[in-house]
């Protein structure tokens, strides 16, 4: 099975929708510069809510072949929710992706895997691919819980019948802190997650499913988690705000020669 790479750029809370119409622009005209294959690497960005309008119409317009996601949907679909945003306004925007369960949901919002789980089965009612995040505090790193993120994996897909999924391990000590987790410690973490998916959803399902790394992701390191046979792909914060350096990013496989 092979699986295709995914290169995902989370915004997280930042640029406004003039502004992600730059940043677009920029990084579709860098990549196609470069002669960048779209069919061999994806390419997905999670702008805010306010941005994805402008996103979907320049996307349409321009023809690009950037993919959009969002950074989190309600569990609900309708109704007296204020501020929270249906997977169905997602859809219609043409986003194919959302994260669910980043770790500053979690901590900032209080979100458990119960809530997690409800969102994942959010998404798939609206035909978007969750993106997983997963990942463990340095506490829990250090007191031996190698395991939490295959435990938080297998507890928001508990119940859930999909068909496409992306998981991000996301350690979160080396989430915006410049702390970067070596490939082995990635491809160890993320080999786990895999093997938990084939025990719980079958070896078919487990071999389709892209697993992405995530956390202080740069153009210079993107090729060391990348040349892992587990790891599918980068989920990346930071580096995603600069075209230039995002791009270089999608354009790992220049860097190993591939
Ligand atoms: P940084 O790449 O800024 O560390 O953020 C990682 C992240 O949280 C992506 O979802």
Redesign the pocket.
């Known amino acids: 099975m092979t699986r295709t790479p995914l290169i995902?750029g989370?915004w997280?809370m930042n640029l406004d929708h003039q502004q992600a119409i730059a940043l677009i622009q920029k990084i579709a005209w860098t990549l196609s510069d470069a002669d960048f294959d779209y069919e061999a690497v994806e390419v997905v960005v999670t702008p805010p809510f306010t941005d994805l309008r402008s996103a979907q119409t320049l996307i349409d317009a321009e023809g690009f072949k950037i993919v959009l996601g969002a950074q989190d949907l309600s569990d609900n679909d309708s109704g007296a929710f204020t501020g929270d945003i249906s997977g169905e306004f997602l859809s219609r925007l043409n986003c194919q992706y959302v994260?669910v369960g980043?770790?500053?949901r979690r901590t900032i919002h209080g979100e458990d895997d119960e809530k997690v789980r409800l969102k994942i089965q959010a998404a798939i009612r609206h035909n978007l691919i969750p993106i997983l995040?997963v990942g463990e505090t340095l506490e829990q790193r250090n007191s031996g819980q190698m395991d939490l993120s295959v435990k938080q994996t297998l507890a928001a897909l508990e119940g859930v019948n999909l068909e496409n999924l992306v998981v991000?391990y996301?350690p979160v000590w080396?989430?915006?802190?410049?702390e970067v987790a070596s490939a082995e410690q990635a491809e160890e973490v993320i080999s786990m997650i895999r093997k938990g998916l084939a025990e719980s959803k079958g070896a078919e399902f487990a071999d389709k499913t892209r697993i992405l790394y995530?956390?202080?992701?740069?153009a210079n390191n993107v090729a060391s988690f990348m040349k892992m046979p587990n790891i599918d792909g980068v989920?990346?914060?930071?580096?995603?705000l600069d075209s230039e350096e995002f791009a270089n990013i999608a354009r790992y496989r220049e860097h190993i020669g591939v």
């Open positions: 995902a989370n997280k994260l980043h770790s500053e995040c991000a996301e080396a989430i915006g802190t410049g995530g956390g202080s992701v740069k989920l990346v914060g930071g580096a995603s």
